[in-house]
Every structure is written in C-alpha cells, then in structure tokens.
C-alpha cells in the first residue's frame, strides 16, 4: 500500500485565487512529521512546511498552510493568493519514527503538478 | 549560508561507462542522503549517511552502485556500470540531526540529471 497518496496528477488555479492540493498517509507509528515540497522546472526541491503528528495546530508560513486533518489521515497544502511562479510540481512526504534524535528518510507521493493561469 | 551543492548539473554517457555524482552538503548538517527520482515519480531513497557511516543503504543497488563519505562532509555516489534504466534525477540532500528530531528538515541541492544511451 502506498504511504502517501496525491490523487491530482494536475491542478489549474487562476492568478490570485487560493488552491488546495491534496496529501492521505498511511502510517501506524503514532510520531510522524508530514511536509511538503515545491520541484520547479530546475529541479531542486524547495521545503515549504512541516506538520508534526503532535502538534495542535496546523502549520502556516507565509502563503502556504497544512490542512491537517489527523482522524482522516489526510495532509492538504492550501496555497492562497496564487502567483505565476507558484507553477511547479509539489511533492507531499512523510518521515516516520522520532523517538529520539535522529533523522530518518522521506517517503513521497508521486506529485501534483500546478500551473496558475494568468 | 550556501544551500548544497551538486555536480556535474547535467551528464550524458553510454551505457555500460562508469559515472559519479558530487554532493556537498550544507555546513554543520552530519545527516546526507542520496535520492533517486524517475520523471513523474517523487524520490526515492537510495542511501542515508549519519556522519561518515552509511546508515540505511537497504535501497541501493550494490552490484553496480556505491557510494562514499570518508571525512563525514562530502560524498560520491558511483555507478559503473551504467545501464538504460539508471537514467534519472540523483538527489543529494542534508539535514541536521540532534535538534528537533521530528523537524528534522531535508534540504536538498538541484539534483544531477543522468541520461544514459
């Protein structure tokens, strides 16, 4: 079964308008942190923001924020007043385990791809 | 602060040569690892080093990869040799463990994008 699943292989938004992309994990380890990443056409992956399995509140900065909704597993990266340099492909994650210090790998969905239209 | 580095950006060669990848990761981050990412595909891991000790290396194909970081800085991944299907993007990536662990955050360099023919 896949850990992270990205149901919108592509997405449109108009300029200025706010969009939510979609994330659902699989995970039965209770500590877990949850991110999301913006791949540009030159290839780096950008962190936009992290939501751990504790925290109370759901994650913001600047215009992106995590919709995290724990009960249905499901991680949605909302991103408000789109801008033409938005348009990339953004990658949700997950790392699993924490119980001490130590950094462990990311497992990625396969992607949604977001083009804003002017 | 300067981000990590990779090299060569690009790199065409036929199959069955050798090639290798250079990542240098952000100052002070004793966490690196190697990403493989096929196009429409997110990465996937190939390697995890905690210092100068290969961690997690459960997903790289030891016939014909391989992969060093001797002083705990830099490192190589290698494949020799290269076939078709290797052709990807390699991912290096840093992060610093020992802080916050669960916010352990990868950052990764602009990748090397492989082409084999």
């Known amino acids: 079964a896949q850990k992270i699943t990205q149901t919108q292989p592509g997405m449109f938004v108009q300029e200025k308008e706010a969009v939510t992309l979609d994330c659902t994990y699989d995970t039965s380890d209770p500590s877990y942190g949850l991110f999301w990443y913006k791949q540009p056409s030159s290839g780096e992956m950008i962190f936009l923001i992290y939501?751990?399995?504790?925290?109370?509140q759901n994650a913001t900065e600047g215009r992106y924020s995590l919709n995290f909704q724990k009960a249905r597993k499901s991680a949605n990266l909302v991103i408000s007043a789109s801008q033409l340099g938005d348009s990339a492909m953004y990658f949700c994650a997950m790392r699993e385990g924490g119980s001490g210090a130590g950094s462990y790998q990311l497992t990625f969905g396969k992607g949604t791809k977001l083009s804003v239209i002017p | 602060e300067a981000g990590v580095v990779q090299s060569p950006r690009y790199k065409i060669i036929e199959k069955k040569q050798p090639v290798a990848f250079w990542c240098n990761p952000i100052?002070?981050?004793?966490?690196l690892y190697w990403y493989l990412q096929n196009l429409g595909q997110g990465p996937e891991l190939l390697i995890r080093y905690e210092n100068e000790e290969a961690v997690d290396d459960s997903q790289l194909p030891k016939d014909r990869f391989s992969a060093e970081r001797l002083k705990g800085v830099d490192s190589t991944l290698k494949i020799q040799p290269a076939e078709l299907g290797d052709s990807a993007v390699y991912l290096c990536a840093s992060s610093h463990s020992g802080g916050q662990p669960r916010t352990d955050t990868h950052y990764f360099g602009p990748g090397t994008r492989l082409t084999v023919l």
């Open positions: 100052s002070g981050h004793n966490t």
């Open positions: 939501q751990g399995s504790y925290d109370q």
